[in-house]
């Protein structure tokens, strides 16, 4: 299995641009999220899905928007990307049926806006 | 509202000396709690949890977390440090009716000297 494998590694935007990072598993996982990593401030829950065709908000959703429409995929849309939007995303699944199940998480990618 | 604090941003020890890193939480209903760890330039990885039983749970590379309920607390311990345990150490939390949303600490680098 790949587990979960995110594109592109590295992206740099110039302002007002908009993108999609792409993330995908091969675990047949139904919980999938985004989350944002900026130093100090750990990992920050971005969007999350528990099946396919099913988003909800995280902690800091403004400026990103999320579908899922396989159980496999779940890409992250940059709609205006800001200089704020520099971070490194991580994606991340886990099996469902309860609280219990750890998660799996990307390479993650490294996104410069400037 | 879940929340998870790391009341520590930084942890040095002497290799070979025993370690804590320390991880309170808050959260309604059954704690679902879990210890990840990132090594520089890298994803998280799964270290280990606590869903029920047993206070004390061992994990991955000699870690172990010691479960307090009425601290609330889920400190991450191991019996004699490594170098190459020297990385940043994320404690998280999955409870109340929501399975899919975990919430992240803000993280710990541990540093182990020789």
């Known amino acids: 299995n790949a587990g979960v494998t995110q594109t592109p590694k590295f992206q740099v935007l110039k302002t007002g641009q908009s993108m999609t990072l792409q993330c995908a598993q091969d675990?047949?996982?139904?919980?999938m999220s985004w989350y944002r990593q900026d130093p100090g401030m750990g990992l920050r829950l971005i969007h999350y899905s528990v099946g396919a065709g099913i988003t909800d908000q995280g902690e800091v959703p403004n400026g990103y928007n999320v579908s899922r429409s396989t159980t496999e995929d779940f890409p992250l849309r940059l709609l205006s990307a800001a200089p704020s939007q520099t971070s490194v995303y991580f994606c991340?699944?886990?099996?469902?049926?309860?609280?219990?199940?750890?998660?799996?998480f990307g390479p993650g990618t490294r996104l410069t806006v400037t | 509202a879940q929340s998870v604090a790391q009341p520590e941003d930084q942890v040095n020890v002497a290799e070979g000396n025993p370690l804590t890193v320390k991880c309170t939480y808050s959260v309604s209903g059954n704690p679902y709690l879990f210890w990840y760890v990132q090594y520089p330039n890298r994803g998280l990885q799964f270290l280990l949890k606590?869903?029920?039983?047993?206070?004390l749970v061992k994990g991955s590379y000699g870690f172990e977390a010691e479960f307090n309920k009425s601290q609330t607390s889920f400190h991450l311990k191991k019996p004699s440090a490594l170098v190459s345990d020297s990385a940043l150490y994320f404690c998280?939390?999955?409870?109340?009716?929501?399975?899919?949303?975990?919430?992240f600490g803000d993280g710990t680098t541990l540093t182990v000297k020789p």
């Open positions: 998280a939390v999955r409870g109340g009716t929501n399975a899919g949303k975990s919430t």
């Open positions: 991340a699944s886990s099996r469902s049926g309860g609280h219990g199940y750890e998660q799996y």
């Open positions: 675990m047949n996982h139904e919980y």
């Open positions: 606590y869903i029920t039983g047993d206070n």
